[in-house]
């Protein structure tokens, strides 16, 4: 996070209000504050301070370097998963490099597929925190094989854990959201809740339906500006999600260690996310190129984006035939990434970041994170 200038200097006094802050937020899914640069970013460090956070999938990957970097920031954790010794090295390791103190972390053991004890989560969250501001729901799973060799299970499970486990939290949380009039929402989507990815049918369906999900409950809490809902959309981050990945069957996941070296580095994408969860955003797009060109074809030239997703298709599934989990990055990627450098590519309707390039493009203000 970088300070100083006039920039930085407007974002504290943005960023000292704290109910002002929240309040713009609010109303205006931090997304109408467009006005300028210096208006529209609030730090993670100035907002979020003694909120209650429970994170899902708080074992590993993103939810786990989430916990890291929100135990810096001085708030009461909860850390749900379903392994309890995973989420004790977590919390260990939160304790050890961050600002927190042990009462301030709750384990909670959490199975997102186990509907039925949703409830009690959240009672036992809410006596031991007597709130929750901010529920991140990151549990999930990822899906490796071809449409024609899955189960039907797969499909089931992957609905089953990543929608309706989502949904059954959230449902479960937002009535003690409606009460306070208040609480974020975050979900980590993916950038397939929004373009086609091959061997991941059932994942992008179950990551699109949480896209229709969530921008409709918003709509839905129009009446409530203080209750806001973010769809965190992040392209290929270092992560277990490969190797936590179902195949063709349920009980088969992918077990892969593949490279992971062209993915964004998952500190990267967590520092982008606490920023989109300061300011509100509605929806973001956190991705590296080539991966974040394709979002932009598939939101505004959809014809050419399906031509290209097709052609890279046919690439990809040869590669995951012959045991490479990736499709074949173009040389033209490095030509992306000079552009974006030079030239950031500009959003009007949505919001995204550009990595590396230390730019955040908030609806069309560019301002540094
Ligand atoms: N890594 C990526 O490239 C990427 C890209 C886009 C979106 N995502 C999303 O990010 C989120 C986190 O994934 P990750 O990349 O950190 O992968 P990961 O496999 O490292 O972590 C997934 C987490 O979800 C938990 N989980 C799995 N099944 C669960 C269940 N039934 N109940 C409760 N928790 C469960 C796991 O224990 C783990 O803590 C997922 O929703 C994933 O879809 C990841």
Known sequence: MRRGGAAGETRMSLGRNRSAGRQAGGGEGGGGRGAGADDVTALPEWELTDMVVWVTGASSGIGEELA????????SLVLSARRVHELERVKRKCLENGNLKEKDILILPLDLTNRSSHEMATKAVLQ????????VNNGGVSQRALCVDTSLDVFKELIELNYLGTVSLTKCVLPHMIERKQGKIVTVNSMV????????TGYCASKHALRGFFNTLRSELAT???ITISNICPGPVQSNIVKNALTEEVTKPTGSTADQSYKMATSRCVQLMLVAMA???????ISDQPFLLMIYLWQYMPTLAWWLTNKAAKRRIENFKSGVDWVHVSPLSKHFHTIKRRSPICSTGSFDFVPEGQFAHLKCA???V
Do not use: H, M, T
Request: charged letters at 20%.
């Open 68 to 75: 890291y970097q929100l135990s810096k920031l001085g708030i």
């Open 128 to 135: 031991e925190f007597g709130r929750i501001d901010i529920l």
């Open 193 to 200: 809740g929004i373009i086609a990815a091959p061997l991941s």
């Open 224 to 226: 409530y500006p203080g």
């Open 279 to 285: 300011n509100d955003l509605k929806e973001v797009w």
């Open 366 to 368: 560019c301002v540094r």
